[in-house]
């Protein structure tokens, strides 16, 4: 009997998130994707700043603590992984830039003052953390937000599990964050569509994939319009200020982490450099400049 596609829909990380997996047992499949599911649980209840339980609060409560906090593996590898993000981008990517969520109100579209943004400037900066062993030491008023990388990685964590799990053909989305556990049968890959900032009910592109990851950043879902201006809610740690250049972008890799990164990094550059960064990353990706052209490589159309 061929496998047929079992898909599970369900609310996490503060999106809409969908597995899905071929399988000949439909009560298997049931038992496998909640696994997967759980897993999805478990690290945004392990990373999200919002939880006051979380692992993450309890890092960003010890800063200024002299003893620091002890951190595990897993979270000594998110850290690598953003410092790596920090050096490669120069100082843009940076999730020691938590503090700017505590002025910018993307709720109420509250824009703070320059002298606010000047006030909390010194407290950002990857540099500044110190890790010795296994401890983390953040200087006084520092805050960490993960939420440039968790989602990516948490898609790239539960299709390993996946994997792990025996399931050979299947598709991890996570808010718009694509893992593939494995491609389609017979190799068929997944055809994702990239939302159209402009236009909701259209795409920007497709990209096909039958592993690795997929990840998009832009500033279409989360900003706010002030006296005719718009603020994008992805912020340059450097300035204290949105980002101004590319408005969405979209990036395939290897792993749903490096896409996210990459795509990030694109939106936080200006528009040209953003664009030249994509084309010499050699990765498949697509973007919507702010005359809203589109381009990009490694797309169906």
């Known amino acids: ?35 997967l599911a759980g897993e999805v649980t478990r690290l945004e209840k392990k990373y999200s700043r919002f939880e006051p339980q979380s692992f993450l609060s309890d890092i960003n409560a010890s800063h200024g603590n002299k ?44 824009v703070p003052t320059q002298g606010q943004i000047d006030e909390v400037l010194p407290h950002i900066g990857y540099h500044k953390l110190v890790a010795k062993k296994s401890r983390l030491f953040l200087p006084k008023n520092m805050q960490i937000d993960l939420g440039g990388i968790v989602k990516e990685y948490a898609a790239d964590a539960t299709a390993k599990l996946g994997r792990d799990l025996g399931i050979t053909h299947g598709l991890i989305n996570l808010g718009g964050d694509f893992a593939a556990i494995g491609p389609q049968p ?23 994939i039958t592993r690795g990851g997929l990840a998009s950043s832009g500033d279409y879902e989360r900003f706010f319009e002030h ?25 395939a890799s290897p792993l749903c982490a490096i896409s996210g990164s990459f795509a990030t990094i694109a939106m936080l550059k200006d528009e040209e450099d953003g664009k030249k960064f994509l084309e010499e990353s050699n990765l498949s990706h697509v973007y919507m400049d702010s005359s809203e052209e589109i381009g990009g490589v490694g797309l169906k159309v």
């Open 1 to 35: 009997m061929d496998p047929s596609l079992k898909r599970y829909t369900f609310k996490a990380m503060g999106s809409y998130c969908e597995i899905q997996v071929y399988s000949d047992s439909r009560i298997e499949a049931k038992q496998l994707i909640q696994r």
């Open 67 to 110: 003893l620091g906090i002890k951190v595990d593996s897993e979270t000594q590898a998110l850290f690598n992984h953003a410092l790596s993000c920090y050096e490669q981008s120069e100082g843009l990517f940076d999730i020691t830039a938590g503090i700017l969520h505590y002025i910018w109100d993307f709720q109420r579209g509250i």
């Open 186 to 208: 017979d190799e068929k890959p997944w055809t994702i569509g990239v939302a159209n900032p402009k236009e909701d009910a259209s795409l920007m592109a497709k990209i096909d």
């Open 227 to 251: 006296e005719g201006k718009r603020y994008s809610h992805i912020l340059n740690p450097k300035t204290g200020w949105p980002s101004s250049g590319l408005r969405a972008v979209s990036v």
